[in-house]
């Protein structure tokens, strides 16, 4: 994203706003993120491109225009396709993020074609991660990168395999190590909502570290309490999964 913003300046409908004091070096080539943000407050298009663009028919001719345009031939069918993956994970997510706790079901099919588990998997993680904040719900860990890249991931408590559910109150979001540890069942989450340990990691050649002083400390949840963790999900999880 740094390459691209600063440079659509000369097309003449793409115009970079300053941060205050930073008027002078508004027309400098940036580098990276942090300097782009450093000096630019945004950017704003002129108003009968905004106003194409905010209708759906206009969007998609515009979208085809560019990728015939400006990709080769022999992937021009694979950049529409995650084009039209990466819109239908992001209507997605809003959907799950309307899902509260005493619904029945949110449900996909149990059958689903590669392009539907795309959308589904990044709809999902993107729901997750808005909840949490790129929070890690076990650690609290908050790590992104300049560019956006978040540490968490966005974890099933009970997986897909086995549930088929994707609403929120199914999800966690974790980094690396508490999604692997979770995932193995040297790590859950108790009644209470509190950090729960196993034994086992300090077994054999161990050397957990910072995850023994987590043992009893309250997890990280979403602001609404209609999207923390299912204890009915929690409690599969501390029963099928979790080493004692």
Same mark, same amino acid.
């Given at each position: 994203?740094?390459?691209?913003?600063? #440079?659509?300046?000369?097309?003449?409908?793409?115009?970079?706003?300053?941060?205050?004091?930073?008027?002078?070096?508004?027309?400098?080539?940036?580098?990276?993120?942090?300097?782009? #943000?450093?000096?630019?407050?945004?950017?704003?298009?002129?108003?009968?491109?905004?106003?194409?663009?905010?209708?759906?028919?206009? *969007?998609?001719?515009?979208?085809? !225009?560019? !990728?015939?345009?400006?990709?080769?031939?022999?992937?021009?069918?694979?950049?529409?396709?995650?084009?039209?993956?990466?819109?239908?994970?992001?209507?997605?997510?809003?959907?799950?993020?309307?899902?509260?706790?005493?619904?029945?079901?949110?449900?996909?099919?149990?059958?689903?074609?590669?392009?539907?588990?795309?959308? *589904?998997?990044?709809?999902?993680?993107?729901?997750?991660?808005?909840?949490?904040?790129? *929070?890690?719900?076990?650690?609290? !860990?908050?790590?992104?990168?300049?560019?956006?890249?978040?540490?968490?991931?966005?974890?099933?408590?009970?997986?897909?395999?086995?549930?088929?559910?994707?609403?929120?109150?199914?999800?966690?979001?974790?980094?690396?190590?508490?999604?692997?540890?979770?995932?193995?069942?040297?790590?859950?989450?108790?009644?209470?909502?509190?950090?729960?340990?196993?034994?086992?990691?300090?077994?054999?050649?161990?050397?957990?570290?910072?995850?023994?002083?987590?043992?009893?400390?309250?997890?990280?949840?979403?602001?609404?309490?209609?999207?923390?963790?299912?204890?009915?999900?929690?409690?599969?999880? #501390?029963?099928?999964?979790? *080493?004692?």
């Amino acid at each position: 994203m740094a390459y691209p913003f600063p #440079r659509l300046k000369t097309d003449g409908f793409w115009h970079l706003i300053p941060n205050p004091g930073y008027e002078i070096q508004i027309n400098i080539d940036f580098s990276s993120m942090t300097k782009l #943000r450093e000096v630019c407050a945004g950017a704003r298009m002129d108003d009968e491109l905004f106003q194409l663009m905010c209708s759906p028919e206009t *969007r998609e001719q515009l979208r085809a !225009i560019i !990728i015939k345009t400006y990709f080769a031939p022999e992937i021009q069918s694979k950049v529409a396709g995650q084009g039209m993956v990466n819109y239908a994970a992001f209507q997605y997510s809003i959907e799950l993020l309307k899902v509260a706790e005493t619904k029945a079901s949110f449900e996909m099919d149990k059958e689903e074609s590669e392009q539907k588990k795309k959308v *589904r998997d990044q709809g999902f993680r993107k729901a997750i991660i808005t909840l949490y904040s790129h *929070r890690c719900a076990l650690c609290g !860990i908050r790590m992104l990168t300049p560019e956006g890249h978040t540490i968490v991931d966005a974890a099933h408590v009970k997986p897909w395999k086995d549930s088929f559910d994707d609403r929120p109150t199914n999800g966690m979001a974790l980094c690396k190590l508490c999604h692997w540890s979770f995932d193995k069942g040297l790590m859950s989450v108790s009644k209470k909502y509190e950090v729960l340990v196993s034994k086992r990691v300090m077994k054999e050649q161990n050397y957990p570290g910072h995850v023994l002083t987590l043992t009893d400390r309250p997890i990280f949840t979403p602001e609404q309490e209609s999207f923390w963790p299912a204890q009915d999900n929690l409690h599969w999880h #501390r029963r099928n999964t979790f *080493r004692r």
